[in-house]
């Protein structure tokens, strides 16, 4: 009896030692149990909780276990701009439902696609030609402001109908983002009327719904394996296949439009003028039509719902601070005129208005996590070892909400980026977009739309919340959604 108890006392003792052998110089972490690590302690407390508990009592770089995968979670913004300049840490974990869509592009298990999910020579190849071929299509501003003017017609439109009107704003600026991403894609708008434009945000909004990278069903393969008929597997696939099922569709379109011929006024054209010259050549090339339907929907992924989130947040925000409304309206009035309306050509000439979008931007705090990383080789951050292979995720928030980083963080408040003289200044922690080697790919388009939506509509309209109505918070988990709130527009007159 006592041999047994000893024994068993001994084997308990070896298996828990060894669930938490730790790397040499390995960042500090929880106590984790064999097989799942410290799972049992996130879903027990929720991962929020949890993970706001590890950070505080382990630091600005704390490890943990999510089953047999090892995971590091860095808070401290210095050591997050050095990890995410350093090429070590800009892997992507395996995102299954990526992978998911890969296979209903492909029809077999093959090299992952798109930029988004991919790691290596993959994903720099996509991101290297996407990048170069929006800052030629919307950078050069000729191609963008005119297709961003022609949807703020339309919004303006719907808001002077809508004028002394109780109106929910909720989904009226997804029509305009989704458009303005499609016509990058294809080089042409939907007419508002078009049942397709309908159609194609209602694709988008699904799949948006279903998309969350922190789900165990699609972080872990066995998972899959174990219950294939999961719900959440299942309608995500589903919606992927009509997104994707609709873009072939107009690619055929638009390839029978343009005769096969050239085209270089949008994404899609771009891509495909790229690959015949290859073609022609006798040149090997990473851009593949798999890849281009990936890159599609990624764009669709990243692009639409940040968008119009942080238009909802800005309008929410400023219909509660009358006063910075108020403000950035008699700027926009001395700046670009009352009856003028703004252009990308005034982006440099508004300090307050920039300031208060990007004061927007932090309260808004989109992406608190960002999507997770993964070390593609053995790494250091500070005086720790990360090995390869290892989950890195970054806490974007911190350096946005963070008490030791802004005087008020909870405060909206468009000074947090002004210098006692008027000056935009952008401190090194606020990094709403990300930071180095996998930085936002749409940034620079984000930035410009931002700009271009916001002071319009504000220039427009006076913006004010209705009092009867109540404004309400949902829960989130990954992401940070605008309440849902009624406002009245109201024309300003010239
Ligand atoms: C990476 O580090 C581990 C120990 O943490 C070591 O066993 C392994 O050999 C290292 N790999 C390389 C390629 O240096
Ligand atoms: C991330 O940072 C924010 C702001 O400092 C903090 O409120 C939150 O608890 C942090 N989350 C985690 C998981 O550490
Ligand atoms: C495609 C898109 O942007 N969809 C958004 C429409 O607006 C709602 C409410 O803000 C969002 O939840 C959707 O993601």
């Known amino acids: 009896m006592f041999v047994t108890v000893v024994l068993v006392l001994t084997v308990l003792v070896v298996v828990l030692l060894r669930a938490n052998t730790r790397p040499p110089a390995y960042p500090p972490g929880p106590f984790a149990l064999p097989f799942v690590g410290n799972v049992m302690q996130i879903l027990w407390q929720t991962p929020k909780v949890a993970l706001t508990r590890y950070a505080n009592t382990y630091g600005g770089v704390m490890s943990f ?16 701009r050095t990890a995410l300049a350093d090429p070590a840490f800009s892997g992507r974990i395996d995102l299954i439902l990526f992978r998911a869509r890969d296979k209903i592009i492909t029809g077999q298990d093959y090299d992952p696609l798109g930029i988004l999910g991919t790691s290596g020579e993959a994903w720099k190849s996509q991101r290297r030609f996407t990048l170069r071929t929006l800052k030629d299509l919307g950078l050069g501003r000729q191609t963008l402001e005119p297709i961003m003017q022609s949807e703020l017609e339309e919004l303006i439109d719907y808001f002077r109908i809508n004028e002394g009107r109780k109106t929910d704003i909720g989904l009226t600026f997804n029509r305009s983002i989704v458009n303005v991403i499609w ?3 294809i080089g042409k708008r939907f007419s508002h009327s078009d049942t397709r434009l309908g159609q194609l945000v209602d694709k988008v909004n699904k799949m948006l719904q279903s998309f969350n990278p922190f789900h165990p069903a699609l972080r872990f393969r066995w998972v899959k394996k174990f219950f294939p008929n999961l719900d959440i597997i299942v309608k995500t696939e589903g919606y992927m296949k009509e997104f994707l099922y609709f873009i072939e569709e107009e690619m055929a379109v638009h390839t029978k439009e343009t005769g096969g011929g050239s085209d270089t006024g949008s994404y899609i054209g771009a891509y495909q003028q790229c690959m015949q010259e290859a073609a022609t050549q006798g040149k ?14 990624e764009l669709f992924l990243a692009g639409s719902e940040t968008t119009s989130n942080t238009l909802l947040w800005g309008i929410y925000l400023l219909a509660s601070n009358p006063d ?27 300090p307050y208005t920039t300031a208060t979008i990007y004061e ?4 808004a705090d989109l992406i608190p996590f960002s999507v997770p990383h993964e070390t593609t ?33 909870k405060q909206f408040s468009p000074q947090h980026f002004l210098t006692d003289d008027g000056k935009v ?8 977009f990300g930071y180095g080697k996998r930085v936002c790919l749409g940034e620079s388009m984000a930035r410009l739309e931002l700009f271009l939506f916001l002071t319009t509509l504000v220039h427009k309209f006076w913006w004010r919340l209705s009092d009867d109505d109540p404004v309400m918070w949902g829960k989130h988990v990954i992401f940070n959604r605008p309440p849902d709130y009624i406002v009245f527009p109201t024309c300003r007159r010239e």
Not at 284 to 297: C, R, V
């Open 65 to 80: 276990r999510v089953f047999s995968q090892r995971s590091v979670l860095i808070s401290d913004p210095d050591l997050m």
């Open 183 to 185: 016509a990058i894609v």
């Open 284 to 297: 090997d090339t990473p851009l593949t039509m798999s890849h281009l339907k990936a890159n599609i929907l």
């Open 324 to 350: 910075i409304q108020r403000k950035v309206q008699e700027e926009l009035d001395q700046v670009v005129g009352r009856e003028h309306t703004p252009t990308l050509q005034h982006i440099d000439s508004l």
């Open 360 to 363: 927007v931007q932090r309260m």
């Open 377 to 409: 080789e053995n790494a250091t951050i500070g005086d720790y070892n990360i090995p390869k292979g290892t989950c890195v995720m970054f806490n974007l928030s911190h350096g946005l909400k963070g008490s030791k980083y802004w005087q008020d963080p």
């Open 425 to 432: 200044v952008k401190p090194d922690h606020f990094l709403p």
